[in-house]
């Protein structure tokens, strides 16, 4: 679901600029990204933060603001990083914030968004990335979510035009619904990135992993090999 207390509207005319998971689940998220190509940005890296804001994430949000903290600081300890954050809530609301590049900017703005009842809006969210891409390139886009009610061929179709763009998908699953799953496995196929699902709990492994795209997105391999934390590790065992 979405709605912002600050930021613009995202429209076609409109854009601006856990109990934990298993080992195999996990292994399969880092083997995916393998071989993406990411590389680090001349400006330091731009990273779309992307989250469902409707009544259902309402448990996980505090979870999910302090996750994005941690993205940050992992990324700023080997360069700069920028994030926008993107939510969608209600019937109809889907906004984007302006791109920040200190951990304080973002907390600050999620910590005054209130999740609310309405629809999943996920195609929004790969159309703005395209735009956002098409003018200045974004290195990744990561989404947390847990359901999913549009068409999955127009999604499919979205994905496909960002994945030509470049801009491989994160996409984090919370819960077991199997035709979230299904759909949320499509989209990081088709812009070559990588899925992962977590249980109501396991924010740590979640951090974890997160910390990792985002050190990759804004140093590439040579940063992550120079980093020892866990998630880290992990890419790197994957990446040879």
Same mark, same amino acid.
């Given at each position: 679901m979405t709605d912002s207390k600050s930021g613009p509207r995202i429209s076609p005319e409109n854009t601006t600029p856990a109990t934990s998971t298993t080992g195999t689940e996990v292994d399969a998220f880092l083997a995916k990204m393998r071989g993406l190509s990411i590389q680090p940005a001349a400006n330091g890296g731009r990273l779309i933060f992307a989250l469902d804001a409707t009544a259902s994430r309402q448990p996980t949000w505090d979870t999910a603001c302090q996750l994005q903290a941690e993205m940050f600081r992992e990324a700023t300890a080997i360069g700069s990083l920028s994030v926008q954050l993107v939510y969608y809530r209600g019937l109809s609301e889907c906004r984007a914030s302006r791109w920040m590049s200190q951990p304080e900017q973002l907390s600050g703005l999620m910590e005054r968004i209130d999740c609310r009842m309405g629809h999943t809006q996920l195609g929004k969210v790969l159309a703005h990335a395209r735009r956002e891409t098409e003018l200045l390139k974004v290195q990744a886009l990561v989404f947390v979510g847990d359901a999913l009610e549009e068409n999955p061929d127009k999604l499919s179709h979205d994905a496909g035009e960002l994945g030509r763009l470049g801009v491989p998908a994160f996409m984090f699953q919370e819960g077991h619904d199997r035709d979230v799953e299904q759909v949320f496995r499509g989209i990081a #196929? /088709? *812009?070559?990135?990588?899925?992962? &699902?977590? %249980?109501?709990? +396991? =924010? &740590?492994?979640? =951090?974890? /992993? /997160? #910390? +990792?795209? @985002? $050190?990759? =997105? *804004?140093?590439?391999? *040579? @940063? /992550? @090999?120079? &980093?020892? %934390? @866990?998630? =880290? $590790?992990k890419l790197l065992s994957q990446m040879k």
């Open positions: #196929r /088709l *812009t070559h990135g990588a899925y992962c &699902r977590f %249980d109501p709990g +396991a =924010a &740590r492994q979640l =951090a974890e /992993l /997160l #910390r +990792a795209v @985002a $050190v990759y =997105a *804004t140093g590439g391999m *040579t @940063a /992550l @090999a120079g &980093r020892r %934390d @866990a998630g =880290a $590790v």
